[in-house]
Protein backbone atom coordinates (compact mmCIF):
# COMPACT_ATOMS: atom_id res chain seq x y z
CA UNK A 1 0.00 0.00 0.00
CA UNK A 2 1.51 3.11 -1.42
CA UNK A 3 2.32 6.32 1.66
CA UNK A 4 0.36 9.16 0.33
CA UNK A 5 2.52 12.67 0.47
CA UNK A 6 1.66 15.76 0.92
CA UNK A 7 0.29 17.82 -2.42
CA UNK A 8 2.50 19.75 -4.53
CA UNK A 9 1.90 22.01 -7.30
CA UNK A 10 4.16 20.18 -9.72
CA UNK A 11 6.01 17.14 -9.91
CA UNK A 12 9.32 16.39 -12.94
CA UNK A 13 9.73 12.81 -13.49
CA UNK A 14 13.50 12.75 -14.07
CA UNK A 15 16.45 15.76 -13.09
CA UNK A 16 18.70 15.77 -15.93
CA UNK A 17 18.82 18.65 -17.95
CA UNK A 18 14.84 19.27 -19.16
CA UNK A 19 13.86 18.64 -15.69
CA UNK A 20 16.18 21.09 -14.10
CA UNK A 21 15.55 23.96 -16.26
CA UNK A 22 11.56 23.41 -15.61
CA UNK A 23 12.12 22.71 -12.30
CA UNK A 24 13.78 25.69 -11.91
CA UNK A 25 11.31 28.47 -13.99
CA UNK A 26 8.10 26.89 -12.29
CA UNK A 27 10.08 26.99 -8.82
CA UNK A 28 11.03 30.42 -9.28
CA UNK A 29 7.21 31.74 -10.55
CA UNK A 30 6.22 30.68 -6.93
CA UNK A 31 5.18 26.80 -7.44
CA UNK A 32 6.22 24.30 -5.11
CA UNK A 33 8.01 21.86 -7.63
CA UNK A 34 9.17 18.35 -6.36
CA UNK A 35 11.83 16.40 -8.97
CA UNK A 36 12.19 13.16 -8.83
CA UNK A 37 15.43 11.32 -10.15
CA UNK A 38 15.82 7.50 -9.80
CA UNK A 39 19.76 7.65 -9.70
CA UNK A 40 22.07 9.08 -6.45
CA UNK A 41 22.81 12.67 -6.13
CA UNK A 42 26.12 13.58 -7.82
CA UNK A 43 28.08 16.82 -8.04
CA UNK A 44 31.28 17.84 -9.96
CA UNK A 45 32.68 18.06 -6.57
CA UNK A 46 33.44 15.48 -5.17
CA UNK A 47 32.11 13.17 -7.85
CA UNK A 48 33.73 13.96 -10.94
CA UNK A 49 37.23 14.79 -9.38
CA UNK A 50 40.34 13.24 -10.15
CA UNK A 51 41.76 11.18 -10.33
CA UNK A 52 38.25 8.63 -9.59
CA UNK A 53 36.87 9.92 -13.04
CA UNK A 54 39.79 9.25 -15.39
CA UNK A 55 39.36 5.94 -14.82
CA UNK A 56 38.69 4.54 -18.01
CA UNK A 57 37.59 0.94 -17.33
CA UNK A 58 35.19 1.68 -14.67
CA UNK A 59 32.89 5.07 -16.68
CA UNK A 60 33.60 4.10 -20.07
CA UNK A 61 34.01 0.52 -20.55
CA UNK A 62 31.89 -0.68 -17.42
CA UNK A 63 29.46 2.30 -18.41
CA UNK A 64 29.56 3.68 -14.18
CA UNK A 65 27.31 6.66 -15.55
CA UNK A 66 24.76 4.68 -17.39
CA UNK A 67 21.28 3.46 -16.54
CA UNK A 68 21.87 -0.12 -14.27
CA UNK A 69 20.64 -2.40 -16.69
CA UNK A 70 20.55 -5.14 -14.39
CA UNK A 71 17.52 -3.99 -13.05
CA UNK A 72 16.11 -2.29 -16.25
CA UNK A 73 17.48 -3.19 -19.80
CA UNK A 74 15.45 -2.74 -23.31
CA UNK A 75 15.01 -5.22 -25.49
CA UNK A 76 15.61 -5.30 -29.41
CA UNK A 77 15.38 -6.36 -31.92
CA UNK A 78 15.28 -5.77 -36.18
CA UNK A 79 11.88 -6.78 -37.10
CA UNK A 80 8.77 -7.92 -36.35
CA UNK A 81 9.06 -11.18 -37.16
CA UNK A 82 12.03 -11.82 -34.58
CA UNK A 83 12.07 -11.70 -30.71
CA UNK A 84 13.21 -9.16 -29.36
CA UNK A 85 16.02 -9.93 -26.60
CA UNK A 86 17.46 -7.86 -23.74
CA UNK A 87 20.77 -5.26 -23.97
CA UNK A 88 22.81 -7.05 -21.01
CA UNK A 89 25.57 -4.46 -21.75
CA UNK A 90 25.39 -0.90 -22.82
CA UNK A 91 26.77 -0.58 -26.67
CA UNK A 92 24.94 0.85 -28.85
CA UNK A 93 23.34 3.74 -26.94
CA UNK A 94 24.26 4.70 -23.51
CA UNK A 95 20.83 6.09 -21.26
CA UNK A 96 22.33 8.12 -18.34
CA UNK A 97 21.31 7.47 -14.64
CA UNK A 98 22.10 10.28 -11.47
CA UNK A 99 21.45 13.54 -11.24
CA UNK A 100 21.79 15.10 -14.10
CA UNK A 101 21.15 12.07 -16.65
CA UNK A 102 22.89 12.00 -19.78
CA UNK A 103 23.74 15.75 -20.24
CA UNK A 104 26.88 14.97 -17.14
CA UNK A 105 28.48 11.79 -19.98
CA UNK A 106 27.72 13.81 -23.09
CA UNK A 107 30.21 15.73 -25.20
CA UNK A 108 29.00 18.84 -25.53
CA UNK A 109 28.40 19.33 -28.78
CA UNK A 110 25.55 22.03 -29.67
CA UNK A 111 23.71 22.43 -33.10
CA UNK A 112 21.11 23.97 -34.36
CA UNK A 113 18.54 22.05 -36.45
CA UNK A 114 18.28 23.50 -39.71
CA UNK A 115 15.30 25.69 -40.98
CA UNK A 116 13.86 22.64 -43.70
CA UNK A 117 13.85 20.23 -40.51
CA UNK A 118 10.99 21.59 -38.76
CA UNK A 119 9.05 21.63 -41.88
CA UNK A 120 10.21 18.36 -43.10
CA UNK A 121 7.60 16.45 -44.91
CA UNK A 122 6.29 20.00 -46.27
CA UNK A 123 9.88 21.15 -47.68
CA UNK A 124 10.31 17.61 -48.99
CA UNK A 125 6.97 17.49 -50.80
CA UNK A 126 7.49 20.72 -52.08
CA UNK A 127 10.95 20.35 -53.55
CA UNK A 128 10.20 17.03 -54.44
CA UNK A 129 7.20 16.25 -55.54
CA UNK A 130 4.52 13.81 -52.81
CA UNK A 131 5.70 10.64 -55.24
CA UNK A 132 9.78 10.97 -53.97
CA UNK A 133 9.68 8.83 -50.75
CA UNK A 134 10.01 5.47 -50.39
CA UNK A 135 6.74 3.43 -49.36
CA UNK A 136 7.89 2.98 -45.58
CA UNK A 137 9.16 6.22 -44.95
CA UNK A 138 6.93 8.40 -42.25
CA UNK A 139 8.00 11.85 -42.00
CA UNK A 140 6.07 14.87 -40.94
CA UNK A 141 6.13 18.49 -39.99
CA UNK A 142 7.28 19.07 -36.04
CA UNK A 143 4.49 22.11 -35.12
CA UNK A 144 6.71 24.53 -34.51
CA UNK A 145 9.20 26.30 -37.15
CA UNK A 146 12.90 27.43 -36.65
CA UNK A 147 11.70 31.07 -36.15
CA UNK A 148 9.17 30.10 -33.29
CA UNK A 149 12.59 27.84 -31.68
CA UNK A 150 15.06 30.48 -32.72
CA UNK A 151 14.94 32.69 -29.40
CA UNK A 152 15.11 29.54 -27.18
CA UNK A 153 18.01 28.48 -28.95
CA UNK A 154 19.67 31.36 -28.46
CA UNK A 155 18.77 31.16 -24.66
CA UNK A 156 19.43 27.62 -24.63
CA UNK A 157 23.57 28.54 -26.30
CA UNK A 158 23.24 31.60 -23.54
CA UNK A 159 22.99 29.19 -20.87
CA UNK A 160 25.52 26.55 -21.71
CA UNK A 161 28.49 29.59 -22.80
CA UNK A 162 28.28 27.55 -26.10
CA UNK A 163 31.48 28.29 -28.29
CA UNK A 164 31.67 28.60 -31.93
CA UNK A 165 31.65 30.76 -34.59
CA UNK A 166 28.40 31.85 -35.99
CA UNK A 167 27.73 31.72 -39.66
CA UNK A 168 24.53 33.41 -40.13
CA UNK A 169 23.42 36.23 -38.02
CA UNK A 170 20.09 37.95 -38.93
CA UNK A 171 20.55 36.30 -42.50
CA UNK A 172 24.02 37.90 -43.14
CA UNK A 173 26.23 35.05 -44.16
CA UNK A 174 30.13 35.65 -42.11
CA UNK A 175 33.04 34.14 -42.65
CA UNK A 176 34.53 31.03 -40.45
CA UNK A 177 31.41 29.95 -40.22
CA UNK A 178 28.73 27.95 -41.45
CA UNK A 179 26.92 29.15 -44.20
CA UNK A 180 24.10 26.40 -44.45
CA UNK A 181 22.76 27.19 -40.40
CA UNK A 182 19.54 28.96 -39.85
CA UNK A 183 19.86 32.65 -38.56
CA UNK A 184 20.85 33.07 -35.32
CA UNK A 185 20.32 36.55 -33.32
CA UNK A 186 23.54 36.77 -32.39
CA UNK A 187 27.02 35.74 -32.30
CA UNK A 188 27.80 32.38 -29.86
CA UNK A 189 28.20 33.41 -26.56
CA UNK A 190 31.90 32.77 -26.22
CA UNK A 191 34.79 32.11 -29.06
CA UNK A 192 35.33 28.86 -30.89
CA UNK A 193 37.42 26.47 -29.16
CA UNK A 194 40.57 25.92 -30.78
CA UNK A 195 41.19 24.25 -33.31
CA UNK A 196 43.36 20.56 -33.01
CA UNK A 197 45.88 19.48 -35.63
CA UNK A 198 42.94 17.14 -37.03
CA UNK A 199 40.54 19.95 -37.85
CA UNK A 200 43.25 22.12 -39.41
CA UNK A 201 44.35 19.18 -42.00
CA UNK A 202 40.57 18.92 -42.27
CA UNK A 203 40.07 22.13 -42.87
CA UNK A 204 42.37 23.13 -45.88
CA UNK A 205 41.63 19.88 -47.84
CA UNK A 206 37.99 20.93 -47.65
CA UNK A 207 38.71 24.16 -48.66
CA UNK A 208 40.48 23.10 -51.56
CA UNK A 209 37.41 20.94 -52.75
CA UNK A 210 35.31 24.16 -52.23
CA UNK A 211 33.58 23.13 -49.44
CA UNK A 212 33.03 25.38 -46.58
CA UNK A 213 34.35 24.12 -43.31
CA UNK A 214 33.63 25.87 -39.95
CA UNK A 215 34.62 24.60 -36.59
CA UNK A 216 32.02 22.67 -33.97
CA UNK A 217 29.85 24.10 -31.96
CA UNK A 218 31.08 23.22 -28.31
CA UNK A 219 29.40 23.56 -24.72
CA UNK A 220 32.73 22.51 -23.22
CA UNK A 221 34.07 26.16 -23.70
CA UNK A 222 36.62 27.89 -24.71
CA UNK A 223 36.70 30.42 -22.66
CA UNK A 224 35.64 31.66 -18.81
CA UNK A 225 31.72 32.35 -18.67
CA UNK A 226 29.00 33.17 -16.64
CA UNK A 227 25.59 32.57 -17.49
CA UNK A 228 22.73 34.58 -16.96
CA UNK A 229 21.92 32.59 -13.82
CA UNK A 230 24.97 33.29 -12.36
CA UNK A 231 26.78 30.15 -12.89
CA UNK A 232 30.45 30.39 -13.85
CA UNK A 233 32.40 27.75 -16.20
CA UNK A 234 35.87 27.41 -16.90
CA UNK A 235 37.99 26.93 -20.13
CA UNK A 236 38.03 23.49 -21.18
CA UNK A 237 41.33 21.65 -20.38
CA UNK A 238 41.58 19.21 -23.47
CA UNK A 239 41.69 16.12 -20.93
CA UNK A 240 40.14 13.73 -23.92
CA UNK A 241 38.01 12.43 -21.04
CA UNK A 242 34.57 13.94 -21.70
CA UNK A 243 31.99 10.99 -23.45
CA UNK A 244 31.13 9.00 -20.65
CA UNK A 245 32.62 10.72 -17.92
CA UNK A 246 31.60 13.99 -16.14
CA UNK A 247 33.70 16.93 -15.64
CA UNK A 248 36.46 17.60 -12.93
CA UNK A 249 36.89 20.94 -14.04
CA UNK A 250 33.42 22.92 -14.45
CA UNK A 251 33.98 23.58 -17.80
CA UNK A 252 31.84 21.17 -19.53
CA UNK A 253 27.72 22.91 -19.73
CA UNK A 254 26.21 19.61 -17.28
CA UNK A 255 22.72 20.36 -15.10
CA UNK A 256 25.18 20.39 -12.11
CA UNK A 257 27.24 23.86 -13.45
CA UNK A 258 24.58 25.58 -15.18
CA UNK A 259 20.94 25.49 -13.60
CA UNK A 260 20.78 23.10 -10.88
CA UNK A 261 22.37 25.05 -8.22
CA UNK A 262 19.78 27.99 -8.56
CA UNK A 263 16.96 25.37 -8.80
CA UNK A 264 18.38 24.03 -5.36
CA UNK A 265 18.66 27.32 -4.00
CA UNK A 266 14.94 28.30 -4.10
CA UNK A 267 12.92 27.10 -0.85
CA UNK A 268 9.52 25.95 -3.46
CA UNK A 269 12.10 23.30 -5.16
CA UNK A 270 13.07 20.08 -3.65
CA UNK A 271 15.07 17.20 -5.12
CA UNK A 272 14.53 13.48 -4.20
CA UNK A 273 16.96 11.43 -5.14
CA UNK A 274 16.92 7.26 -5.48
CA UNK A 275 12.57 7.69 -6.67
CA UNK A 276 12.06 4.75 -9.00
CA UNK A 277 8.76 5.88 -11.03
CA UNK A 278 6.42 2.83 -11.60
CA UNK A 279 3.42 4.98 -13.28
CA UNK A 280 1.59 8.38 -14.11
CA UNK A 281 -1.73 8.09 -12.45
CA UNK A 282 -4.56 9.00 -13.82
CA UNK A 283 -8.36 10.22 -12.12
CA UNK A 284 -11.68 8.10 -13.31
CA UNK A 285 -12.00 9.66 -16.31
CA UNK A 286 -8.27 9.29 -18.11
CA UNK A 287 -8.06 12.71 -18.72
CA UNK A 288 -5.82 14.17 -15.62
CA UNK A 289 -3.30 13.15 -14.10
CA UNK A 290 -3.10 13.47 -10.44
CA UNK A 291 0.46 12.24 -9.71
CA UNK A 292 2.66 8.86 -9.36
CA UNK A 293 3.48 6.26 -7.21
CA UNK A 294 7.35 5.50 -6.87
CA UNK A 295 9.29 3.58 -4.78
CA UNK A 296 12.43 4.31 -3.00
CA UNK A 297 15.61 3.28 -2.52
CA UNK A 298 14.66 1.43 0.58
CA UNK A 299 11.93 0.03 -1.02
CA UNK A 300 9.08 2.20 0.30
CA UNK A 301 5.94 2.95 -2.15
CA UNK A 302 4.92 6.61 -2.08
CA UNK A 303 2.16 8.25 -3.96
CA UNK A 304 2.89 12.04 -4.68
CA UNK A 305 0.24 13.83 -6.11
CA UNK A 306 0.37 16.96 -8.06
CA UNK A 307 -1.77 19.56 -10.14
CA UNK A 308 0.80 19.13 -12.89
CA UNK A 309 3.19 16.32 -14.30
CA UNK A 310 6.37 16.79 -16.56
CA UNK A 311 7.82 13.68 -18.24
CA UNK A 312 11.09 14.79 -18.62
CA UNK A 313 13.00 11.57 -18.46
CA UNK A 314 15.70 10.09 -21.06
CA UNK A 315 13.48 9.76 -24.07
CA UNK A 316 13.53 6.09 -24.39
CA UNK A 317 12.27 6.26 -21.09
CA UNK A 318 9.71 8.85 -21.40
CA UNK A 319 8.26 6.70 -24.14
CA UNK A 320 8.52 3.93 -21.67
CA UNK A 321 6.67 5.72 -18.57
CA UNK A 322 3.44 6.55 -21.02
CA UNK A 323 3.38 3.01 -22.37
CA UNK A 324 3.28 1.58 -18.44
CA UNK A 325 0.75 4.46 -17.45
CA UNK A 326 -1.92 3.80 -20.25
CA UNK A 327 -1.42 7.75 -21.76
CA UNK A 328 -1.83 7.75 -25.79
CA UNK A 329 -2.87 4.62 -27.87
CA UNK A 330 0.04 2.51 -28.86
CA UNK A 331 1.65 2.28 -31.96
CA UNK A 332 0.41 -0.46 -34.08
CA UNK A 333 2.84 -0.89 -36.65
CA UNK A 334 0.75 -3.39 -38.64
CA UNK A 335 -1.97 -0.87 -38.92
CA UNK A 336 -0.07 2.43 -38.71
CA UNK A 337 -2.82 3.84 -36.07
CA UNK A 338 -1.80 4.66 -32.53
CA UNK A 339 0.91 7.53 -31.36
CA UNK A 340 2.74 5.99 -28.43
CA UNK A 341 6.21 4.66 -29.62
CA UNK A 342 5.61 5.85 -33.16
CA UNK A 343 8.42 7.19 -35.71
CA UNK A 344 11.39 5.96 -33.33
CA UNK A 345 14.59 7.04 -35.07
CA UNK A 346 18.14 6.86 -34.07
CA UNK A 347 21.03 8.17 -36.08
CA UNK A 348 23.08 7.13 -39.25
CA UNK A 349 26.53 6.55 -38.38
CA UNK A 350 29.75 6.10 -40.84
CA UNK A 351 33.20 6.78 -40.23
CA UNK A 352 36.20 6.64 -42.24
CA UNK A 353 40.69 6.82 -40.96
CA UNK A 354 42.80 8.77 -42.58
CA UNK A 355 46.52 6.88 -41.73
CA UNK A 356 49.24 9.18 -41.99
CA UNK A 357 53.45 8.49 -41.94
CA UNK A 358 55.28 9.29 -38.73
CA UNK A 359 55.87 12.66 -40.01
CA UNK A 360 52.03 13.98 -39.50
CA UNK A 361 51.66 13.75 -35.14
CA UNK A 362 47.52 14.09 -34.23
CA UNK A 363 48.44 13.65 -30.58
CA UNK A 364 44.50 12.29 -30.42
CA UNK A 365 44.81 13.12 -26.44
CA UNK A 366 44.81 16.20 -26.34
CA UNK A 367 41.34 16.22 -27.13
CA UNK A 368 37.98 18.03 -25.68
CA UNK A 369 34.33 16.47 -26.69
CA UNK A 370 34.16 19.12 -28.85
CA UNK A 371 36.55 19.90 -30.67
CA UNK A 372 37.03 19.64 -34.23
CA UNK A 373 35.82 20.90 -37.76
CA UNK A 374 33.23 20.20 -40.05
CA UNK A 375 31.59 20.91 -43.01
CA UNK A 376 27.10 20.72 -43.73
CA UNK A 377 27.35 20.67 -47.47
CA UNK A 378 25.71 17.48 -47.32
CA UNK A 379 23.64 18.16 -44.60
CA UNK A 380 20.19 18.05 -44.41
CA UNK A 381 18.57 19.13 -47.92
CA UNK A 382 21.73 21.25 -48.51
CA UNK A 383 22.47 19.28 -52.02
CA UNK A 384 20.05 18.38 -54.39
CA UNK A 385 18.79 15.00 -53.78
CA UNK A 386 16.66 14.69 -56.64
CA UNK A 387 18.68 12.24 -58.95
CA UNK A 388 20.08 10.62 -55.90
CA UNK A 389 16.81 9.29 -54.78
CA UNK A 390 17.39 9.62 -50.93
CA UNK A 391 16.45 12.31 -48.52
CA UNK A 392 18.50 13.53 -45.65
CA UNK A 393 22.11 13.97 -45.19
CA UNK A 394 25.44 13.99 -42.53
CA UNK A 395 27.63 16.16 -42.09
CA UNK A 396 31.35 15.30 -42.06
CA UNK A 397 33.80 16.27 -39.53
CA UNK A 398 37.28 15.24 -38.52
CA UNK A 399 36.07 15.31 -34.78
CA UNK A 400 39.02 13.97 -32.47
CA UNK A 401 37.46 13.09 -29.02
CA UNK A 402 39.89 11.03 -27.10
CA UNK A 403 42.91 9.00 -27.31
CA UNK A 404 42.35 6.97 -24.31
CA UNK A 405 44.43 3.58 -23.93
CA UNK A 406 41.69 1.15 -23.41
CA UNK A 407 39.52 1.76 -26.18
CA UNK A 408 41.74 4.16 -29.09
CA UNK A 409 43.38 1.73 -31.34
CA UNK A 410 43.29 2.68 -34.82
CA UNK A 411 44.53 -0.14 -37.77
CA UNK A 412 44.45 -0.21 -40.50
CA UNK A 413 41.94 -2.93 -42.89
CA UNK A 414 43.72 -5.88 -42.74
CA UNK A 415 45.64 -5.85 -39.44
CA UNK A 416 45.21 -8.89 -37.28
CA UNK A 417 42.61 -8.51 -34.56
CA UNK A 418 45.01 -9.48 -32.14
CA UNK A 419 49.10 -10.71 -31.40
CA UNK A 420 52.05 -9.23 -32.62
CA UNK A 421 51.35 -7.36 -35.81
CA UNK A 422 48.68 -5.87 -34.06
CA UNK A 423 50.38 -4.98 -31.27
CA UNK A 424 52.85 -3.22 -33.54
CA UNK A 425 49.97 -1.89 -35.75
CA UNK A 426 48.63 -0.12 -32.79
CA UNK A 427 52.10 1.21 -32.15
CA UNK A 428 52.33 2.72 -35.35
CA UNK A 429 49.17 4.22 -36.21
CA UNK A 430 48.37 5.30 -32.54
CA UNK A 431 49.33 9.13 -33.10
CA UNK A 432 49.33 9.02 -36.90
CA UNK A 433 45.49 8.49 -37.49
CA UNK A 434 42.87 10.74 -38.38
CA UNK A 435 38.97 10.15 -37.75
CA UNK A 436 36.25 11.29 -39.95
CA UNK A 437 32.94 11.50 -38.61
CA UNK A 438 29.90 11.21 -40.79
CA UNK A 439 27.13 11.73 -39.12
CA UNK A 440 24.00 11.14 -40.49
CA UNK A 441 20.21 11.56 -39.88
CA UNK A 442 17.89 9.14 -39.24
CA UNK A 443 14.58 9.14 -41.16
CA UNK A 444 11.19 7.81 -39.49
CA UNK A 445 10.04 4.54 -40.85
CA UNK A 446 6.69 2.02 -40.26
CA UNK A 447 8.41 -0.51 -39.06
CA UNK A 448 10.76 1.02 -36.65
CA UNK A 449 8.95 1.89 -33.25
CA UNK A 450 9.15 0.99 -29.33
CA UNK A 451 6.44 -1.18 -27.47
CA UNK A 452 6.16 -3.14 -24.10
CA UNK A 453 7.62 -6.06 -24.11
CA UNK A 454 5.30 -9.33 -23.53
CA UNK A 455 7.61 -11.20 -22.01
CA UNK A 456 10.46 -9.46 -20.10
CA UNK A 457 10.52 -7.69 -16.81
CA UNK A 458 12.28 -4.73 -14.96
CA UNK A 459 13.38 -5.42 -10.97
CA UNK A 460 9.87 -4.13 -10.15
CA UNK A 461 8.21 -6.67 -12.34
CA UNK A 462 6.94 -4.03 -14.77
CA UNK A 463 7.40 -4.42 -18.72
CA UNK A 464 10.33 -3.78 -20.49
CA UNK A 465 10.47 -1.23 -23.15
CA UNK A 466 10.86 -3.11 -26.60
CA UNK A 467 12.85 -1.49 -29.01
CA UNK A 468 12.11 -2.80 -33.07
CA UNK A 469 14.62 -0.87 -35.32
CA UNK A 470 16.85 -1.00 -38.48
CA UNK A 471 17.81 1.01 -40.66
CA UNK A 472 15.73 2.42 -43.82
CA UNK A 473 17.07 1.73 -47.25
CA UNK A 474 17.00 4.93 -47.94
CA UNK A 475 19.10 5.83 -45.14
CA UNK A 476 21.64 3.29 -45.99
CA UNK A 477 21.88 4.98 -49.83
CA UNK A 478 22.21 8.11 -48.22
CA UNK A 479 24.99 6.66 -45.85
CA UNK A 480 26.69 5.24 -49.50
CA UNK A 481 26.52 8.72 -50.95
CA UNK A 482 27.77 11.01 -48.14
CA UNK A 483 30.69 8.25 -47.00
CA UNK A 484 31.73 8.64 -50.41
CA UNK A 485 32.22 12.38 -50.23
CA UNK A 486 34.41 11.58 -47.16
CA UNK A 487 36.52 9.37 -49.04
CA UNK A 488 36.86 12.18 -51.53
CA UNK A 489 37.92 14.53 -48.77
CA UNK A 490 40.46 11.77 -47.21
CA UNK A 491 42.12 11.50 -50.22
CA UNK A 492 42.67 14.92 -50.29
CA UNK A 493 44.45 15.25 -47.13
CA UNK A 494 47.46 13.43 -48.58
CA UNK A 495 47.91 10.53 -46.26
CA UNK A 496 49.48 6.81 -47.24
CA UNK A 497 46.00 5.57 -46.65
CA UNK A 498 42.04 6.26 -46.31
CA UNK A 499 39.33 3.71 -45.23
CA UNK A 500 35.93 4.39 -44.71
CA UNK A 501 33.09 2.31 -43.88
CA UNK A 502 29.51 3.47 -44.85
CA UNK A 503 26.62 2.48 -42.62
CA UNK A 504 25.44 -1.23 -43.51
CA UNK A 505 22.53 -3.48 -42.38
CA UNK A 506 21.66 -4.15 -39.89
CA UNK A 507 21.90 -2.35 -36.42
CA UNK A 508 24.11 -4.20 -33.87
CA UNK A 509 23.62 -2.97 -30.50
CA UNK A 510 27.03 -4.45 -29.93
CA UNK A 511 29.19 -1.32 -31.55
CA UNK A 512 28.57 2.12 -29.77
CA UNK A 513 26.95 4.44 -32.40
CA UNK A 514 25.31 7.27 -30.44
CA UNK A 515 22.87 8.16 -27.92
CA UNK A 516 20.77 10.18 -29.99
CA UNK A 517 17.56 8.20 -29.56
CA UNK A 518 14.45 9.86 -30.60
CA UNK A 519 10.85 9.94 -30.96
CA UNK A 520 8.30 7.36 -29.83
CA UNK A 521 6.38 10.40 -28.11
CA UNK A 522 6.05 13.03 -31.07
CA UNK A 523 4.96 16.68 -31.25
CA UNK A 524 2.47 17.61 -33.98
CA UNK A 525 -0.31 18.99 -35.02
CA UNK A 526 -2.52 16.31 -35.57
CA UNK A 527 -3.78 13.78 -32.57
CA UNK A 528 -3.88 10.83 -35.28
CA UNK A 529 0.13 10.99 -35.67
CA UNK A 530 1.30 12.55 -32.70
CA UNK A 531 1.03 12.14 -28.76
CA UNK A 532 1.64 15.75 -27.78
CA UNK A 533 0.81 19.02 -29.57
CA UNK A 534 2.91 21.82 -30.52
CA UNK A 535 3.93 23.22 -26.48
CA UNK A 536 4.87 19.25 -25.72
CA UNK A 537 1.25 18.82 -24.07
CA UNK A 538 -0.30 15.61 -23.85
CA UNK A 539 -3.21 15.61 -26.31
CA UNK A 540 -4.64 12.68 -23.55
CA UNK A 541 -3.67 14.20 -20.54
CA UNK A 542 -4.15 18.06 -20.27
CA UNK A 543 -1.75 18.77 -17.43
CA UNK A 544 1.02 16.21 -18.70
CA UNK A 545 4.05 17.61 -20.92
CA UNK A 546 6.73 15.62 -21.99
CA UNK A 547 9.59 17.42 -22.98
CA UNK A 548 12.65 15.61 -24.22
CA UNK A 549 13.76 13.93 -27.58
CA UNK A 550 10.66 11.39 -27.86
CA UNK A 551 9.44 14.30 -29.27
CA UNK A 552 10.95 14.38 -32.44
CA UNK A 553 9.43 13.20 -35.47
CA UNK A 554 12.32 11.87 -37.18
CA UNK A 555 15.99 12.37 -36.10
CA UNK A 556 18.25 15.43 -38.40
CA UNK A 557 21.94 14.59 -38.82
CA UNK A 558 22.79 16.58 -35.90
CA UNK A 559 23.45 15.91 -31.89
CA UNK A 560 20.03 16.48 -30.50
CA UNK A 561 20.79 18.59 -27.35
CA UNK A 562 20.86 21.92 -28.47
CA UNK A 563 17.34 21.51 -30.10
CA UNK A 564 16.08 19.62 -26.94
CA UNK A 565 17.36 22.67 -24.74
CA UNK A 566 15.59 24.79 -27.41
CA UNK A 567 12.12 22.79 -26.78
CA UNK A 568 12.54 23.08 -22.93
CA UNK A 569 12.40 26.71 -23.43
CA UNK A 570 9.84 26.83 -25.61
CA UNK A 571 8.07 24.36 -23.28
CA UNK A 572 8.65 26.55 -20.39
CA UNK A 573 7.36 29.88 -21.50
CA UNK A 574 4.14 27.63 -22.31
CA UNK A 575 3.61 26.11 -18.99
CA UNK A 576 3.85 29.99 -17.52
CA UNK A 577 0.80 30.59 -19.45
CA UNK A 578 -0.95 26.99 -18.42
CA UNK A 579 -0.59 27.51 -15.01
CA UNK A 580 -2.72 30.64 -14.88
CA UNK A 581 -5.19 29.24 -17.14
CA UNK A 582 -4.86 25.17 -17.24
CA UNK A 583 -6.65 23.18 -19.69
CA UNK A 584 -5.40 22.55 -23.75
CA UNK A 585 -2.75 25.07 -25.07
CA UNK A 586 -4.29 24.34 -28.64
Known amino acids: MATKLKHVDV ?52 KGLMQDNTKEAITVRNSLDQTALPIRRWDSF ?44 QIQDWGVTYDELEPHYDKFEYLCGTSGTAGNVKGKIKPGGNPFEGWRSREYPTKAMKEHHAGAIFGKATTS ?69 LR ?68 TMSSGQVFFGEDVNINPFMASGSSGTLIDDFSGDNFDHGPLKFIGGAYIGAINTNG ?41 ARQNYLDLDPTYKDAWGLPLLRMTFDFPDNDIRMAQFVTSKAKQIGDAMGGKQVAVQARQ ?14 GGVVMGTDPSTSAVNRYLQ ?20 YNPTGTVG ?14 KSPGSLV
Not at 322 to 337: E, H, N, Q, R, V
Open 11 to 62: LTIGVGMTGAILGKELAALGLKVVGLERGPHIDTVPDFQSTNMHDELRYAVR
Open 94 to 137: LPGTGLGGAMVHWNGQTYRFQVADFIYKTHIEQRYGKNFLDKDL
Open 209 to 277: LGYHPFPQPSSNLSEPYTNFEGQTLQTCSFCGFCERFGCEHFAKASPQTIILPVALANKNYELRNGCQV
Open 280 to 347: INLDSTKKKATGVTYIDSAGREFEQTADLVLLTAFSLNNVRMMLLSGIGAPYDPKTGKGVIGRNYAYQ
Open 404 to 444: RPIEYRPTPPGTPKWGVEWKKAVARHYNHTLNLNIHGSSTA
Open 505 to 518: KSWDTTVYQTTHNT
Open 538 to 557: SWDVSNLFVVGASAFPQNAC
Open 566 to 579: ALTYWAAEALKKYV
